[in-house]
């Protein structure tokens, strides 16, 4: 086993953070606590719906013991890199317990990939350390900015789902602090049923503490993409039922905007890690090195609207012209997998009053409900510049986790009057057609919507009663859909 050395902190560029004098604002319990606290306006990364709330900041694990016993007051709910859209990580009752510092990588053994690292290192921080090494992550979504523990915690799906599955698969086992049970190593054989409640259990269960993780061996830091050009949802949806099984990735760019004999026009992007063998001359000397990019910003707020179905159509109109069928297009990971990761605070796009991201999961034997909702959204003028379609493999061991077999939606929605019900018109295709939403992702649906998608609910919240029966751990989100009744 070799020693990993310790990778440098991300900023917390994540964070939507109103500053405000700090001190002033906390109550003494709080101000007598030993480690970083400070009163900050929290969302999403939609940036919907802000919430005041008390951040502590533990640098080590000693300091999150000593909050956790503290008498601060509660409750609490772990947060990663806010990368969650909706309300899954605010809480303005007690406190938002920020893990960012928990992040020293422990050990790695080059001979099975197995990574143990603590819940705070992020995707960005694996990939820095480990690509270099020859190994990628077994799962990403599609940013790198999120911790291990929020990926566990929402069970994160990436462009491999249909071959592969969510994260947990690749998680041999996590330490997790319980409120009535202390720490727990949970895996498929220990503390199962608990490893199953947690993953996609959106900090509800206790605070993910180290991780296991099993990374995968790649030739070069390149992929390998095709892309193709579908003119109606049908084509797209058979390009991927034929020829899915080729690639390791697969996702598709669809046009919201496009009705009728275009509904659902997309751009197939799909590929496999790209070996030495395959690279350019240029490349294959140096295959794990990716080519130097600016780092562009969202500086302001863009007024809410600059986004709307008038320069969304021209964006869309020049994405599917620009994105011609090709084959064997060698991407590096940074572009092919995170493509908004190269604009810090790209969420400042959609204005002040931020915006959600819907993302509808319909089983196969439901496509009407997906060509209903794109026809919704059609007619509405829904302005989303990006959204993206997938097909899901089978579905994970997690009591919430997301991912069923079917095909997923996803899509950005700017805060607009009459947005709640908007949604709450998807919600009911959704629903009419057996369909699912994302934790990750929500931040409007009701409790009855939501418990209608989730037949496990009710054994999750008798298993989280057993782990929390004070309600040590709860957030907003938790709150709404009553997660934590
Ligand atoms: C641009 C973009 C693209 C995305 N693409 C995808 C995608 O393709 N697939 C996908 O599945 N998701 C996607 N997401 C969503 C994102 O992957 C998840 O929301 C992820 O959980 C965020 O992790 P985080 O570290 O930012 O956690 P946060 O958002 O801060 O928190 C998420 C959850 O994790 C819990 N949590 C955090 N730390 C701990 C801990 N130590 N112990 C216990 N619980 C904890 C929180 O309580 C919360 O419930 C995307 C998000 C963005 C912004």
Request: net charge positive; proline share 6%; glycine share 8%.
């Amino acid at each position: 086993m070799k020693q990993v050395e310790k990778n440098k902190r991300l900023s917390p560029g994540a964070w939507v953070v109103t500053p405000l004098n700090a001190r002033d604002r906390l109550t003494n319990e709080e101000r007598a606590l030993s480690f970083t606290v400070a009163k900050q306006s929290l969302s999403g990364w939609g940036r919907y719906k802000p919430q005041e709330c008390a951040v502590y900041r533990p640098e080590r694990r000693s300091e999150l013991f000593s909050l956790l016993d503290s008498g601060a007051p509660r409750p609490f709910i772990p947060r990663g890199l806010g990368r969650s859209y909706g309300d899954a990580a605010i809480n303005p009752e007690g406190g938002v317990i920020d893990m960012t510092r928990q992040n020293n990588m422990i050990r790695f053994d080059p001979e099975t990939g197995l990574l143990e690292c603590e819940g705070g290192v992020s995707l960005a921080e694996i990939l820095e350390a480990f690509v270099g090494r020859g190994y990628f992550l077994p799962v990403t979504p599609g940013t790198k900015f999120v911790t291990v523990a929020g990926a566990i915690a929402n069970d994160v799906h990436g462009k491999n789902h249909h071959c592969d599955g969510s994260f947990s698969r690749f998680v041999e086992s996590f330490e997790l602090w319980t409120p009535t049970r202390g720490i727990l190593t949970c895996s498929d054989s220990e503390n199962s049923d608990i490893f199953q409640v947690t993953v996609g259990g959106a900090g509800l269960t206790g605070v993910i503490l180290k991780v296991r993780l099993r990374l995968r061996r790649v030739e070069s830091a390149y992929v390998k993409v095709d892309y193709q050009r579908c003119n109606h949802l049908d084509a797209a949806l058979e390009a991927m039922a034929a020829s899915d099984k080729d690639y390791l990735y697969s996702v598709a760019w669809v046009d919201c905007l496009a009705s009728k004999e275009s509904l659902g026009r997309s751009v197939l992007m799909r590929g496999n890690h790209a070996r030495v063998s395959e690279l350019p001359g240029k490349l294959s000397g140096t295959p794990y090195r990716l080519p130097r990019r600016p780092t562009l910003a969202v500086p302001v707020d863009f007024p809410g609207f600059a986004l709307n179905s008038w320069s969304i159509r021209a964006f869309n109109t020049l994405f599917y012209a620009t994105n011609k069928d090709t084959r064997d297009k060698i991407v590096d990971y940074d572009k092919y997998f995170y493509p908004l990761d190269g604009i810090l605070r790209w969420n400042r796009m959609y204005g002040k009053k931020g915006f959600i991201q819907y993302q509808a999961t319909f089983p196969f034997s439901e496509r009407a409900g997906l060509v209903k909702m794109l026809e919704h959204l059609a007619q509405a003028k829904c302005a989303s510049f990006l959204v993206v379609l997938k097909c899901f493999g089978e579905a994970g061991s997690g009591m919430l986790s997301y991912p069923m077999p079917g095909y997923t939606l996803a899509l950005d929605i700017p805060n607009r009057p009459g947005l709640e019900e908007f949604t709450r018109e998807l919600d009911r295709i959704l629903l009419d057609h057996g369909g699912r939403l994302y934790l990750a992702k929500d931040a409007l649906t009701a409790p009855e919507t939501f418990a209608a998608m989730y037949p496990n609910l009710d054994a999750f919240r008798e298993m989280r009663r057993s782990l929390d029966p004070e309600n040590v751990l709860r957030s907003t989100m938790s709150r709404r859909l009553h997660l934590d009744k």
